[in-house]
């Protein structure tokens, strides 16, 4: 029972290293749910960026319209609608353009 009493400490100190060496790597490789959290809600942010730039660029349209009349064909034609006179960018990476083809020309992504 003595030589057990003094090795304890000893095991007691390996069994505790891989317990927290089993418990810290056992999520390697895959995203904690803070992570994911993150994720979703820059994502989220993104989306919304977007949405709200894609209303710039068509109230930039109605602008456009009520000075000239007409229907800009081409988001260039909006620079002085725009803050420093270029469009905003897409935070996801798109391309925003004018889509024609309905009653009325609107802001769109590719």
């Given at each position: 029972?003595?030589?057990?009493?003094?090795?304890?400490?000893?095991?007691?100190?390996?069994?505790?290293?891989?317990?927290?060496?089993?418990?810290?790597?056992?999520?390697?490789?895959?995203?904690?749910?803070?992570?994911?959290?993150?994720?979703t809600?820059?994502?989220?942010?993104?989306?919304?960026?977007?949405?709200?730039?894609?209303?710039?660029?068509?109230?930039?349209?109605?602008?456009?319209?009520?000075?000239?009349?007409?229907?800009?064909?081409?988001?260039?034609?909006?620079?002085?609608?725009f803050?420093?006179?270029?469009?905003?960018?897409?935070?996801?990476?798109?391309?925003?353009?004018?889509?024609?083809?309905?009653?009325?020309?609107v802001?769109?992504?590719?």
């Amino acid at each position: 029972m003595k030589g057990f009493a003094k090795k304890a400490p000893a095991v007691l100190l390996i069994v505790l290293i891989v317990a927290i060496s089993a418990f810290a790597f056992a999520g390697c490789g895959t995203k904690t749910e803070p992570e994911k959290t993150v994720d979703t809600v820059k994502q989220q942010a993104e989306q919304a960026t977007r949405d709200v730039n894609l209303r710039i660029i068509d109230s930039a349209i109605q602008m456009y319209y009520a000075e000239t009349g007409e229907y800009p064909t081409n988001i260039s034609q909006l620079s002085k609608y725009f803050k420093d006179g270029k469009p905003p960018t897409d935070p996801m990476g798109g391309t925003y353009y004018i889509k024609t083809g309905g009653a009325e020309p609107v802001a769109a992504v590719q």
